[in-house]
């Protein structure tokens, strides 16, 4: 009696602990998921960056932020120059590739708390919280310059690029999200007018 007795209560416990080992599993499995779709929700898929959606969260906080503590934020916009001509001599795979370098470039380039995004297509946005006009400056230089000497091995094919970048900086270019944005975003194009390959800090004027 007591042999049976002891077998039928060591057959509950393996089954106890069978079912809390399958239910930590699954638990696991949860978390893992709800953690991919969040990266998903807030992370480019070919960068790994921050993407747009995420951009939109947090900007608006940073330059409430800044406003309270008197501080600044610097945008950037980076583009690269003619990225179609990249897709069409050499094939989107070598864009895509393209892409991913630039964005471990400038993620190299900016400080820790520095937000880089890709904002679409071959477009990325830069905000640098807490900066100075200076350091902006230097931040875009050195992810200028170190691009363009960047040779990016695709099918035994080097290829180069260049990329035009546009600053702006609050509350120096504006006194809103919106009016900072779209001046980050001319001070870019006119860049790319002034011939490309080159980076452009918004004036009064801009």
Do not use: W
């Not at 990249?86 to 470039?105: F, P, S, T, V, W």
């Amino acid at each position: 009696f007591n042999i049976n007795l002891m077998n039928l209560l060591s057959g509950r416990i393996r089954k106890s602990e069978e079912e809390r080992i399958r239910g930590y599993a699954r638990e696991k499995k949860q978390v893992v998921a709800l953690d991919t779709l969040s990266r998903q929700a807030t992370h480019d898929p070919l960068t790994g960056l921050f993407n747009r959606r995420y951009l939109d969260q947090i900007l608006y906080g940073e330059i409430a932020h800044a406003m309270h503590s008197d501080s600044m934020v610097g945008i950037l916009m980076v583009d690269v120059d003619h990225f179609k001509q990249i897709n069409d001599k050499y094939g989107h795979k070598a864009g895509d590739l393209m892409l991913q370098k630039l964005g471990e470039l400038m993620k190299n380039c900016v400080r820790a708390a520095d937000i880089v995004c890709r904002y679409g297509g071959e477009e990325f946005v830069i905000v640098m919280p807490g900066v100075s006009e200076k350091t902006v400056g230097e931040c875009a230089e050195e992810i200028r310059s170190r691009f363009e000497k960047l040779c990016v091995l695709y099918q035994n094919q080097d290829i180069h690029a260049t990329i035009s970048l546009g600053v702006a900086i609050y509350p120096l270019h504006g006194s809103s999200v919106d009016e900072v944005f779209v001046n980050a975003d001319r001070a870019m194009y006119q860049a790319k007018q002034k011939g490309r390959n080159q980076i452009m800090i918004c004036s009064t004027k801009c």
